[in-house]
């Protein structure tokens, strides 16, 4: 597709049940980012993937998040336990590679509710 | 611990006004500092200013970054209500490619 894609686009779920959200990143991009957006905050920086290299997981919140990425390309966000708090728009982004100088592309971003 | 704080938080203008938004940052080992506009969901890359190329102009939207006093402004002139949204900033620093956002400026464009 033409840009980076996510689902659901509404998750509902609740407490204590565990989640899975799934970005698609513009096609030959070799970074990918997930960020989350709680009602009334920036956008919070999660864990970044780029290429085959170890992820930069310094921003995830606790032992409940994980994230993988399979053969480069389609990344799952897990959050394990879900509590209420949890409750935000996940937003995925893409660029062609990582660093400072290459713009983030964002999707539309997942709405997550844990009841 | 890197920080980037925007202003005003709101704001509501007229169609045809001139607006100006503001933020600031501290952060160590400064790269560069992105704006972004989000309507509903995705965020839409606006500028990327950096130390080589700290002014950038698209249409009635432009941007400058202050190093000095570690800011940068977004201007919008003659605003119309398609720009109605919130106008983020992020700033990259160090050896990171992570961003760090403000919390954003929420503009209201009337009729």
């Known amino acids: 597709g033409a840009g980076v894609s996510q689902s659901p686009s509404n998750k509902v779920t609740e407490k204590g049940k565990d989640v899975e959200l799934r970005c698609d990143p513009i096609?030959?991009?070799?970074?990918l980012y997930w960020y989350r957006q709680s009602l009334g905050q920036g956008l919070e920086f999660l864990i970044y993937?780029?290429?085959?290299?170890?992820?930069?997981k310094s921003g995830l919140p606790s032992d409940r998040f994980s994230a993988e990425r399979t053969g480069g390309s389609v990344s799952t966000l897990t959050i394990q336990r879900t509590q209420q708090e949890d409750s935000a728009v996940y937003l995925c982004?893409?660029?062609?590679?990582?660093?400072?100088?290459?713009?983030?592309?964002f999707g539309p971003g997942t709405r997550l509710t844990v009841l | 611990e890197d920080k980037v704080v925007q202003s005003p938080l709101s704001l509501v203008v007229h169609e045809g006004d001139t607006v100006t938004l503001n933020c600031s940052y501290e952060v160590t080992n400064f790269r560069s500092l992105l704006w972004y506009k989000q309507e509903k969901k995705a965020p839409t890359f606006l500028f990327m200013l950096t130390s080589s190329g700290i002014e950038k102009k698209s249409g009635r939207l432009s941007s400058i970054l202050d190093k000095k006093e570690l800011s940068s402004i977004l201007n919008i002139t003659a605003t119309q209500t398609g720009d109605s949204a919130i106008y983020l900033c992020a700033v990259a620093a160090g050896t990171a490619s992570k961003l760090t956002f403000g919390t954003g400026t929420r503009l209201q464009v009337t009729l």
């Open positions: 096609s030959g991009h070799t970074a």
């Open positions: 993937f780029q290429g085959n290299s170890a992820p930069d």
């Open positions: 982004a893409s660029s062609l590679m990582s660093g400072a100088y290459n713009e983030q592309f």
